[in-house]
DNA sequence: CATCAGGGCCCTG
DNA sequence: CAGGGCCCTGAT
């Protein structure tokens, strides 16, 4: 059913982000769950993105070090792109993985704090990313929901081949993802032979809200926070703990913190208090802590923690925390 | 085999 | 504002 591309036409983008900039921190999260939209390599990370309807197949190459830092993307497409259409798409880049974030304030406040220290030391210039639009996020915060990393792989895979694009370039083959539209006209049955069980229903509404219902990421980037808040709340299966990810991932909020779900208090726990996962520490507690400590840096801060925690355990085991995040 | 809890959220009482 | 139900999967 899946639809096929291969794209031939090839653009390159050249980028020189802020100093100090670490390419693999930043283009690679350990923590999010695989998916065939992209791929990475230590210096590469091909990612495919749906702008402004076109199809594009992005190769995000480090070309530089911490200190000078260069990125050439390659912006593959089924046809010649417009100058235009280049430059926005040179900004979307830059904003979904913050090419232009000045973290010297933040690593000089820092530097001398016992954890965070040694941590900014080591992944040096790491920001946080977001790869996708605000709808696909939603998409990828309903299949997240009350199941298993392995569960939510196979949903975002079926939906992918049923309602996505497989595009061949650069000697790769990843899925894109689909307009709104294209679910907007399917029938929530119809996504229910998908495996995505109740969410179906959550999929579809989110889905029509963005096709018809008037919801735009782009507006809603110009407004506050709490209005951002309320009207992603808003979305119907879209709670607290997806809008808390999806503030700091995809609206850059650094300082938000409000919610922390079960499993991540166990993680925390054990990480900032040494704390067995049985008897974690309240919530209001960590919370309260992380604002002390790091203020209105305390999701940026908490970020760089958990991170590295992910890449610790993708190199070598950490068997409480791989008994926590139910593979 | 069957049973059940679970990386939330909505709805009801 | 507490608690039941929801799809499915994997652990027991």
Same mark, same amino acid.
């Given at each position: 059913?899946? *639809?096929?591309?291969?794209?031939?036409?090839?653009?390159?983008?050249?980028?020189?982000?802020t $100093?100090?900039?670490?390419?693999?921190?930043?283009?690679h999260?350990?923590d999010?769950?695989?998916? @065939?939209?992209n791929? /990475?390599?230590?210096?590469? *990370? /091909?990612?495919?993105? #749906?702008?402004?309807?076109?199809?594009?197949?992005?190769?995000?190459?480090?070309?530089?070090?911490?200190?000078?830092?260069?990125? *050439?993307?390659? %912006?593959?497409? +089924?046809?010649?792109?417009?100058? &235009?259409?280049?430059?926005?798409?040179?900004?979307?880049? @830059?904003?979904?993985?913050?090419?232009? #974030?000045?973290?010297?304030?933040?690593?000089?406040?820092? $530097?001398?704090?016992?954890?965070l220290?040694? %941590?900014?030391?080591? /992944?040096?210039?790491?920001?946080?990313?977001?790869?996708?639009?605000?709808?696909?996020g939603?998409?990828?915060m309903?299949? #997240?929901?009350?199941? @298993?990393?392995?569960?939510s792989?196979?949903?975002? &895979?079926?939906?992918?081949?049923?309602?996505?694009?497989?595009?061949?370039?650069?000697n790769?083959?990843?899925?894109?993802?689909?307009?709104?539209?294209?679910?907007?006209?399917?029938?929530?049955?119809?996504?229910?032979?998908?495996?995505? +069980?109740?969410r179906?229903?959550?999929?579809?509404?989110?889905?029509?809200a963005?096709?018809?219902?008037?919801?735009?990421?782009?507006? #809603?980037?110009?407004?506050?926070?709490?209005?951002?808040?309320?009207?992603?709340?808003?979305?119907? +299966?879209? +709670?607290?703990?997806?809008?808390?990810?999806?503030?700091?991932?995809?609206f850059?909020?650094?300082?938000?913190?409000?919610?922390?779900?079960?499993?991540e &208090?166990?993680?925390?726990?054990?990480?900032?208090?040494?704390?067995?996962?049985?008897?974690?520490?309240?919530?209001? &507690?960590?919370?309260?802590?992380?604002?002390?400590r790091?203020?209105?840096?305390?999701?940026?801060?908490?970020?760089?923690?958990w991170?590295?925690?992910?890449?610790?355990?993708?190199?070598?085991?950490?068997?409480?925390?791989?008994?926590?995040?139910?593979?």
């Amino acid at each position: 059913m899946s *639809r096929r591309e291969t794209l031939r036409v090839k653009h390159t983008l050249q980028f020189s982000p802020t $100093a100090p900039f670490n390419f693999d921190a930043t283009m690679h999260k350990p923590d999010h769950f695989p998916s @065939t939209d992209n791929d /990475w390599q230590p210096g590469v *990370r /091909w990612q495919t993105m #749906l702008w402004r309807g076109v199809q594009l197949g992005l190769r995000i190459e480090n070309r530089g070090t911490v200190g000078k830092p260069r990125v *050439r993307v390659s %912006v593959w497409a +089924g046809r010649r792109l417009e100058r &235009q259409f280049l430059d926005s798409l040179r900004d979307e880049i @830059t904003y979904r993985y913050n090419l232009r #974030l000045d973290l010297t304030e933040f690593n000089r406040r820092f $530097a001398k704090d016992p954890q965070l220290g040694p %941590v900014i030391r080591k /992944w040096r210039g790491m920001r946080p990313m977001s790869y996708c639009s605000l709808y696909e996020g939603m998409i990828i915060m309903i299949v #997240l929901q009350n199941c @298993t990393v392995q569960r939510s792989v196979n949903m975002l &895979q079926a939906l992918f081949e049923r309602y996505g694009t497989r595009l061949s370039y650069d000697n790769k083959e990843l899925h894109c993802y689909w307009p709104p539209d294209t679910i907007d006209r399917a029938s929530e049955q119809e996504l229910r032979q998908l495996k995505v +069980g109740y969410r179906a229903k959550n999929i579809k509404r989110v889905t029509e809200a963005f096709a018809r219902g008037g919801f735009d990421e782009m507006d #809603l980037r110009r407004k506050s926070r709490d209005e951002q808040r309320t009207a992603l709340l808003g979305l119907y +299966g879209i +709670g607290p703990a997806s809008v808390g990810y999806t503030l700091f991932d995809g609206f850059h909020h650094w300082d938000e913190f409000e919610h922390i779900s079960p499993w991540e &208090q166990k993680i925390y726990s054990k990480l900032f208090f040494d704390v067995e996962p049985g008897a974690p520490v309240p919530v209001d &507690q960590l919370l309260r802590l992380f604002n002390q400590r790091f203020g209105d840096c305390r999701a940026l801060a908490v970020h760089y923690l958990w991170e590295d925690l992910w890449w610790k355990s993708k190199n070598q085991h950490i068997p409480w925390l791989e008994k926590l995040i139910r593979l």
